[in-house]
């Protein structure tokens, strides 16, 4: 079955700490995997997102990194800011075929993370 | 450029009730998404558009939920009639086109209540 599993379910850290967001998914064929933010009473907006044959990349203080042999990706959040607080959602779709058509999103329940000053 | 937008943000329902939301997706993105997201949990796909077809639906309730993609651009979501399982936030998402590396975009969703 495919699965996307997050870790930790939420996370507190004081304001200029560093933290990383773990993502572990069963799905297969795999296409490609995504990050998202989001804040409360907002829909998810787009960090990053990486294909087999990328195993990291950056958005500003945002690092993704992924193992496709593993099947493991993590978020890496560096010198967090207050408006980090947020949930953060890991997103792989299944390769529907080679022509690049959008296959099934499986979505992670999200780990919940609280930046304290 | 507008982002997705999504009416009403927020509604309350007693359970047997109906109850519609509406999407209007960025201008040109062909492709249309309903998610359902249950408080603590990632979005769940009910359906998926592609124009005014329908690509995806084996998520979705179909013996109370109900989608339509009017001409193609706006998307409406009926639920007839509500249970109170059905409480959760109801986003709508769209994308340029559908394929898997392109970027969908959410709207910022409507919180739906049944009590």
């Known amino acids: 079955k495919n699965q996307v599993e997050q870790s930790p379910q939420s996370l507190i850290i004081l304001e200029g700490k560093n933290c990383t967001l773990q993502?572990?998914?069963?799905?297969?064929?795999?296409?490609?995997l995504r990050w998202y933010k989001q804040d409360t009473g907002r829909g998810p907006v787009s960090l990053t997102i990486m294909t087999f044959s990328e195993n990291t990349k950056s958005n500003g203080r945002y690092t993704a990194t992924l193992d496709a042999d593993t099947k493991q990706s993590s978020l890496h959040i560096t010198a967090s800011q207050l408006s980090d607080s947020a949930s953060y959602i890991c997103v792989v779709s299944e390769l529907r075929d080679y022509g690049g058509s959008q296959g099934n999103l499986i979505f992670g329940k999200g780990t919940k993370l609280s930046v304290k000053p | 450029e507008a982002g997705v937008a999504q009416s009403p943000r927020y509604k309350i329902i007693e359970k047997r009730q109906s109850v519609a939301f509406w999407c209007n997706p960025i201008s040109g993105h062909a492709t249309l998404y309903w998610y359902q997201q249950i408080l603590g949990q990632g979005p769940k796909l009910l359906i998926q558009f592609q124009n005014n077809g329908v690509v995806d639906d084996s998520q979705l309730p179909k013996d109370r939920f109900s989608a339509e993609r009017l001409k193609g651009v706006d998307s409406t979501l009926k639920i007839q009639p509500a249970k109170l399982e059905d409480s959760a936030v109801y986003l709508c998402?769209?994308?340029?086109?559908?394929?898997?590396?392109?970027?969908?975009?959410f709207g910022p969703g409507t919180r739906l209540t049944v009590t």
């Open positions: 993502c572990n998914y069963t799905v297969s064929p795999f296409s490609n």
């Open positions: 998402a769209s994308s340029l086109v559908r394929i898997s590396t392109y970027e969908q975009y």
